[in-house]
Structures are given as structure tokens and as C-alpha cells.
């Protein structure tokens, strides 16, 4: 593929390294930054955009999103979901392996990656799922940003719950484990106990907070026993957050999602089954902790943990409705508005949203505005609020939790590799992202 030309960012709000705001030029070239600076002058041909009143960012590595290909492509499928992440102003994307078939084996892997290189607009990654007895194929695929363990809310083979299994795949290879922490165990017992009832904020209550503990306490501990690098995805208790301000070692990471700070219970009432996720929604409480866990360190970065069901499946009386919300498109804009309100500062968000994941995974070249990174950038208004709106929305499921959310920070344009995939509104579907590398 031939190198994008150059291109000149003027007059942005710069996000530095240190997290101090510059106003300044960008210039990118064959695909990387090679300049930051108060004014850049050049000879060579450039494509020029005048960013005055805008800020760039880092662009967004959103580092779990589930996006339905293959096998399940009328919710989502790569083309559609990157075109969601471009305006969103993601990216890259790290992708989860429970599709059809499951991604636990190189072949599946491989084709994953083909697939993406033909349809993605952004930069891309695929875990490897562990089942009982994939053990070679943890071990050796590459490339691959780490092993996703379901510990529960999953069934047939991705369920990986028993403790010798678990201790299995801990013990061996020195590959990073992503772990969806919930107790299988507890989860079987207290759907027999709230058997029949057809609300669907019984689900807060099946999956409970003490069934997110019991897993994440024994992922830990398995961590610690083998000096494993782990990391915890989509962090949704206080009692977890608690724990790991406590005893959390340097080798272990942990992210939350927007929805878990900024939904609880309440949203059953308001949105019924389409607040329905693994893990749930809890409560005010819950949010308060993880936002000072988030502030503090305890909790490392953002993650969007995308997972689109139609509005036909998710209208299926609880408990046949899948659980699971999209949340490429509206992730940024919604942790800009938080700061704007004065949850966090921008250089946060930028940090939580792309720094901190390229550091956590091992991507390199990624997550920061300075000369030699690569150019993935995304240009953002804070000075301008717009709503939520279903029709907008790129994803093939076309439906959003924070719909008629008015939220400031949307992407303007959105930069992959140097080449401009998101203007204004317009998408470039001529641009196709690159293979992410984990050292």
C-alpha cells in the first residue's frame, strides 16, 4: 500500500506527552508524526487542516470491543463496526474471540485478520480464547494482544470455570490474561433462586457484586502464585476496586467502561433490557468508587466493551434478551463531557482512552502526540454540544444506552496512519487501518 501524503494540522490544542495543552502545529508523514511544534512551515505537498478551536488527541485504542465477525454479522460485523469506530474517534480496536466460530485456534485467528485487513478503516487486534483444551494454541498464536479467559457469563467451550483448568493456563507461557471476572458457581445459584421474574433488573441481582469478587479474588491470586501478567476487563464493583487498592502488584491492570461510571440500576426503569450487560449495571455507590479508583491508579484505562444485539433481540423478555450495548461511537464524547463537568481533565481522558492501553499491551509506537508515534489522531470540539441520536449512529445495530445523552467532544476528524478516515460527518472508506504488533 502506498504512503499516505503528508499532512499538517494547524492551530489545534495539542494534548502533549506530559499532559500539558499546546497550541500548535502537527505534521505527519509515511504514516508517522514528524513534527509538534507552536508553527510548522513546509515545502513539501501537504494536506492542510486548519484545527482553530479544536483539540487533538491521541486516537482512541479501544482494547475490548466485540464485533460479531464471523458468524454473527446482522448485529455487527468489521466494516460496519470500524466505520462506528472512526467516528467515534477510535482508532484501533483490541476484539474478543467469542464469535462463530470461536477465535481459539491460529487458523481462526488468521482468518480474523484477513477479514480485517479487506474491511477495517482502523487499526485492529484479535485475542485468543481459552477453553480447557486449547492450551498449545494459547501458547503459541501470535499475533495476538493476550488470552481472554470468560470465568463466567459465557457457556459451551469459552467458560472456562473450574480451578484446575484456570491454574492450567496460568501456569504456563508468560502471554498477559484478560479476564472476564464472574463466578459461574454463584451465577447457576442465583438464577435458580430468582427463577421467573421477568424484570430485567434482577439481573444486577443474579450477577451480583459478590459473584465479580469471588472471580477477580481468584484471579489474583492466580496472578500472584505464578507472577502472571493479568489484566481485569470491564471492573463494574467497589468491593473489586477496594480489593485492589489493597494488593494490586505492578503486573496487573485493570480498565472500566463508560457505562459502569455513568449508569446504575436506575436505567432498568428507564431503557428496560437495553441497560441489560455482563457485568451488570450497579449502583450509585458502585460508580462513586470506580471513578476515585480510576482517579487514584487502582483502575488503569477506559474500555468501551462494545457488544451489539438488534433491537429485535434485545426486546425479548428478560431473561431471554441478550445482555450487551454498543459504545465505540459515543465513548469519547461522553468522558470529554465528564471532564468538561469537572470528573477529570482532558489529559485523563486521553491518558485512559489511548496512553496508558498502548503501555498495558505493549503496542508500540501508539497513544501519544509526539514525533516518531505513528499519526492516529482524532480532533475534537469541546465547545460544542450535540445529542445522541439513534439515526446517526454508524453501528449496525443502531441503537444507543445514552440516547438523547447531550454530550461536547465528538470527533471532527479522525486520523488512522496519517490519512484522514472521518471529516466532518463524511467517512473515507477507501482508508483501511494496519495489524497491531505486541511486543
Partial sequence: MPSPESLLIRHAHIILPNGELMLGDVLTR?????????????????????????????????????????????????????????????????EMPNTRPLTTTQEALDDKLQRASSKCLVNYGFFIGATTENLPDLLLAKPTPGIKIFMGSMHGQLLVDQDAALEAIFAQGNRLIAVHAEDQARINQRRQEFAGIHDPAVH?????????????????????????????????????????????PSWVTAEVTPQHLLLNTSAYEKIGTLAQMNPPLRSPHDNEVLWQALQDGVIDFIATDHAPHTLVEKAQEYPNSPSGMPGVETS????????????????????????????????????????????????????TFHPVRREELLTKCRWSPFEGWNLTGWAVTTIVGGQIVYDKGQLNTKVRGQALTFL
Fill in 30 to 94: 509515511d504514516r508517522r508524526i514528524v513534527e509538534v511544534a507552536p508553527e510548522i512551515s513546509t515545502t513539501t505537498p501537504t494536506t492542510a487542516i486548519d484545527a482553530t478551536g479544536l483539540t487533538l488527541l491521541p486516537g482512541v485504542i479501544d482494547p475490548q470491543v466485540h464485533f460479531r465477525e464471523p458468524g454473527l454479522e446482522h448485529k455487527e460485523d468489521l466494516f460496519t463496526a470500524s466505520c462506528a469506530c472512526a467516528k467515534g474517534g477510535v482508532t484501533s480496536f483490541l
Fill in 332 to 383: 469519547l464524547a461522553l468522558m470529554l463531557t465528564a471532564a468538561t463537568q469537572g470528573r477529570c481533565t482532558v489529559a485523563q481522558v486521553a491518558n485512559w482512552m489511548s496512553t496508558s492501553v498502548a503501555k498495558a499491551y505493549k503496542i508500540p509506537n501508539k497513544g501519544a502526540i509526539a514525533p516518531g508515534y505513528d499519526a492516529d489522531l482524532v480532533l475534537v470540539d469541546l465547545n
Fill in 204 to 248: 444486577s441481582q443474579i450477577q451480583d457484586n459478590q459473584a465479580a469478587l469471588l472471580a477477580t479474588k481468584l484471579a489474583l491470586k492466580l496472578s500472584q502464585k505464578y507472577q502472571r501478567r493479568l489484566h481485569i476487563l470491564h471492573m463494574s464493583t467497589a468491593e473489586e476496586a477496594e480489593l485492589l487498592r489493597q494488593e494490586k
